[in-house]
């Protein structure tokens, strides 16, 4: 099979690989459809992700979709040819947090095309993913693969809001409109936002917003927009940049929540301390996701205006060409790899 691999940083190619045979409970997938996420992106530019380092060649990707292609011997799960998404984690189950269902955060979870352990975590940007069968989520029938390929990011979206709290009737500021921002976006008007605001450095990243659901933009460098001049009850920092943080910081109102999702650079960062203190501002973090997968299927499954988000689709030869893409945030938004087109 062919598959998309990372070796150290720059070095991104499409090389043969030997699928694995599924064992006893797992299932194998004939991946469709792969989409392009940050991660996969500070790999291939950067060689790492946050403090997570590739060690040895990587296959990328974790938002992946496609057919059941084969069973381990005794494995129950969907009839061959069943159209079906991933999910990309393996908890231990066993660990304290696991037990307390914190799944999300478990220290031992094993997550597709993660450097996170050694040996790493082979991705699903190959023609063939081998994975345990409770990672399986057969779509419904008016759910296609296009859109069912955002599973992954949104659930990401999903347990961002959650650890936001009750988010309706509340005006809420979205740093960062990437892909993962503007699922944010549509998930906060499905909870009953009354406002959101996105900011971003760019205008076509703004558009998207606009359609997944922003009540209004701004630039992130316009800093006298009338967008910004009213305290928000909840920020989202969906950027990974400490200006983002930031300013989800300053412009959150006092007793308000700032929920960091995106990953920021490696090491420490500037953080307004004093103001959180003196505002007693709640600061979660958001990693990952559990459950919140087979809402992201359920929602997408019944019409939520996620569509504006996905902007490009290339075969899996040209892997480069998509990263590229990918990573001209002018231009792109989510990216997929088509595995059906080596």
Known sequence: MQACVVHTAGDLRVERRSPNQPDPGQVTVAVALGGICGSDLHYYHHGRVGDFTVQEP?????????????????????????????????????????????????????????????????????????????????????????????????????????????????????????????????????????EVVVSDLLDTPLRIATASGATATVRADHLDDGAWADPFDIAVEASGAPAGLRGCIERVRRGGTVVLLGLLPPGEVPLLGNIAVTRELELRGAFRFDSEFDEAIHLLARGLPVGAIVTHTFPLAEAHAAFDIAHDRAVASKVLLDLTRG
């Not at 979870?109 to 790493?120: D, I, V």
């Open 58 to 194: 990587m296959v990328l990707g974790h938002e992946v979709v496609g057919h059941v292609a084969a069973l381990g011997a005794g494995t129950e799960g969907p009839a061959l040819g069943t159209p079906v998404a991933v999910h990309p984690a393996t908890p231990c189950d066993h660990c304290p947090d696991c037990v307390a269902g914190r799944r999300n955060i478990c220290a031992d979870t094993r997550y597709l095309g993660s450097a996170a352990r050694t040996p790493h975590v082979q991705g699903g940007f190959a023609q063939l993913v081998t994975v345990p069968a409770a990672q399986i989520r057969p779509l419904p029938p008016e759910l296609g693969l296009h859109r069912a390929v955002l599973a992954e990011p949104l659930s990401v979206a999903l347990h961002a809001v959650h650890r936001a709290g009750d988010v309706t009737g509340k005006r809420v500021l979205v740093t960062g409109a990437g892909p993962i921002g503007c699922l944010v976006t549509a998930v906060l008007r499905h909870k009953g936002a009354a």
